[in-house]
């Protein structure tokens, strides 16, 4: 019985050195897998955060006169 349980706690130990040393975990069989981490995508942009819609604001508040000259600010 004691050789059983030694017999035992030496597998175990063998898997564990053989996962930790040998075992790569980017291989799945002959087949490579790349583990890589997702691309971030950019969320939406608030509207005060985007210069095109600040800029849209700026012209429909304050339209260029009718000789194409803005008014002063």
Same mark, same amino acid.
């Given at each position: 019985?004691?050789?059983? /349980?030694?017999?035992?706690?030496? @597998?175990?130990? +063998? @898997?564990?050195?053989?996962?930790?040393? +040998?075992?790569?975990?980017?291989? @799945?069989?002959? *087949?490579? =897998? =790349? @583990? !890589?981490?997702?691309? =971030?995508?950019?969320?939406?942009?608030?509207?005060?955060?985007?210069?095109?819609? /600040?800029? !849209?604001?700026? *012209? =429909?508040?304050?339209?260029?006169?009718?000789?194409?000259?803005?008014?002063?600010?």
């Amino acid at each position: 019985m004691l050789y059983l /349980l030694a017999a035992i706690g030496a @597998v175990c130990v +063998v @898997v564990l050195l053989w996962r930790a040393f +040998v075992a790569n975990p980017t291989t @799945v069989g002959t *087949e490579q =897998r =790349r @583990v !890589s981490r997702p691309t =971030r995508r950019p969320g939406p942009m608030a509207p005060d955060d985007d210069p095109e819609f /600040l800029r !849209s604001l700026n *012209e =429909r508040k304050n339209p260029p006169d009718a000789d194409g000259k803005q008014p002063p600010a």
